[in-house]
């Protein structure tokens, strides 16, 4: 029984043509090659994130974010995009107004998250803020640059923040592992390979 339903499935792919065939195993071997990469031992990882621009200006139609970052993927994190698994950029902003009376007051505390990925069936890149539309890049850096130099955030809307009142601002980072399949989180929490995100606090004066 078990030797009819393998030649069943061998019958079946080999009806469907090569092309077929050819594109099915090399999914497979792909999706081999990634587990594979997860599981070995991390090697040395520059995990840094360098803020290279961070300012909030006021505009008509609220608080919007102007950031930029500097970084590069590690020989990991590069193989597992290339490999077929989606990477997630999380920022996250938080302002906060100090009172001396009592606990400070959260006004603003929001986060959105870009997603790159690569199909290695047309060998391009995808990358777009999730729930968006995405842009499609046949080169890796001009895909990042988009991560690396996002577009301006409104963060909060008008009347949020209190004029001529000064903000803590935090701003975070981050390579969100959250996203991660379920099989591959246990080792990207456990891999250095995998930790990459910054954090810088300045302060605003609301306008």
Known sequence: MRERFIWQISTDLLSTGPLVTRRFFRLLACQLLLLLA????????????????????????????SAAYSFELNHGLEDALQHGLSLYFTTEVELTRPRWYWVDEKAVSVKRTAKISYNVLTRQY???????????????EDALFLI?????????PRGALKIG??????????LDRDFLPKPIQVNAFNNSEWRLETKKTFQYRAE
Request: include cysteine.
């Open 38 to 65: 997860c599981a070995l031992p991390a090697a040395h990882a520059d995990d840094t994130v360098e803020i290279t621009r961070n300012y909030i200006e006021a505009a008509e139609e609220g608080y919007r974010l």
């Open 126 to 140: 995808h990358v777009g803020i999730v729930g968006s539309v995405q842009q499609s890049f046949a080169a890796l």
């Open 148 to 156: 690396r130099r996002p577009s301006r955030w409104v963060v909060a």
């Open 165 to 174: 009142e000064v903000y803590n601002v935090s701003l975070r980072m981050r």
